[in-house]
């Protein structure tokens, strides 16, 4: 098999492409893969140390821009999807499948003027203009949530879930104490991590029975070690965890943005949380993320305007006391888990490239 992936960004797209990668050459060794993406995205850093060749375009997103963005953006289309039609030609893959991302478009428009087969997967419950556009293209469409069929009219739709980095909790030696995991992506969140140190200070007598993974982001960094500083927790903070798998193996309730990658991989690891969704994402698609686990008893969501430490405070303090009420979250996030999500889309290119 050839297979190239288009598109990426951020690691909300990339790490699902990257999972499904993995699964493709633990099938057959041979498999060959190409990324095509940008030299703004995180693949352009990522792929190398992975072992992955990437092919880059000028293309760049028009989305809030404004009129002198769109104009230069558009100037990047005709040359990307020139040169996507060159690389198509030269790889001569069995399958392109976008992973989203304006990096998607000119590479999976190519692959239909070349008719080769393609699809795409959308990692959020409201997909993003590219996918959107592009649904009524490709062969087919996979989803992580049931829900998304609905944006799809006239498509294609599978789903089969949201591809991790990881499908098994690791053992890790767990704290005696009730841990809390904080992050907000690999850039951090600075409303969380000021919400979380104002919360300590509310929640001094619990200080001896919580500890706190924090990851901060590099711009927060200082200032947030230097605040814990000023407090009695035990607490290990940092700008970012290289292994989030571990992270979660010991944590017992997670506070997190509500982003494509972390919700899977919630699910699949079954683990408590609070949801935070980022409120400037295109289309407000973390919220749709959050308000879909909250409806299913798998998180809580509080608004990022919302959010104080005063209230985050009550809500740690209330499933430190309610063992139960976190238990039974953390079962049902659990069960919203799809480990087989690589395997499913796997699957279904092998049967699209025999068709």
């Known amino acids: 098999m050839r297979i190239i992936f288009a598109g990426g960004g951020t690691g909300g797209h990339l790490f699902p492409g990257l999972a499904v990668a993995r699964e493709f050459q633990r099938r057959d060794g041979k498999t060959e893969i190409l990324f095509i993406g940008t030299e703004q995205g995180i693949e352009y850093r990522v792929l ?57 478009g000119p590479v999976l428009l190519a692959a239909k003027l070349r008719r080769m087969r393609c699809a795409i997967m959308e990692q959020n419950l409201r997909p993003g203009f590219t996918n959107k556009l592009l649904a009524r293209w490709v062969d087919r469409v996979f ?28 053992q890790v030696a767990r704290s005696d104490k009730f841990t809390l995991l904080v992050f907000g992506g690999s850039a951090g969140a600075r409303r969380i991590n000021y919400a979380v140190v104002e919360a ?6 619990l200080k001896d029975k919580i500890s706190i993974t924090h990851q901060t982001g590099s711009l927060d960094f200082d200032a947030i070690k230097q605040a814990y500083g000023a407090l009695s927790f035990e607490a290990q903070v940092t700008p970012f965890i290289e292994r989030m798998d571990q992270a979660y193996g010991g944590a017992d309730l997670v506070l997190c943005r509500a982003g494509a990658m972390t919700i899977a991989e919630l699910t699949v690891f079954g683990k408590a949380a609070i949801l935070v969704p980022y409120p400037f994402a295109i289309y407000d698609h973390q919220r749709g993320n959050a308000e879909s686990l909250q409806g299913r008893g798998a998180a809580e969501l509080i608004l990022d305007r919302e959010l104080t430490g005063e209230l985050l405070a009550e809500r740690i303090r209330g499933y430190f006391t309610d063992r139960q009420k976190l238990a039974r979250m953390a079962t049902a996030a659990r069960a919203l888990g799809r480990p087989d999500a690589a395997a499913r889309i796997v699957d279904a290119c092998y049967g699209l490239a025999r068709a």
């Open 143 to 170: 989803t992580a949530y049931g829900e998304s069929k609905n944006f799809f009219p006239g498509a294609r739709v599978t789903e089969t879930g949201n591809p991790v980095r990881w499908t098994e909790v690791p």
């Open 48 to 104: 190398p140390k992975e072992g992955f060749k990437l092919e880059t375009l000028t293309v760049k997103g028009m989305k809030g821009r404004g009129v002198r963005g769109v104009v230069d953006a558009l100037y990047g289309v005709p040359a990307s999807l020139w040169r996507s039609l060159a690389i198509l030609g030269a790889f001569r893959p069995d399958c392109v499948i976008g992973l989203g991302g304006y990096a998607s």
């Open 200 to 205: 300590l200070k509310l929640l001094g007598d």
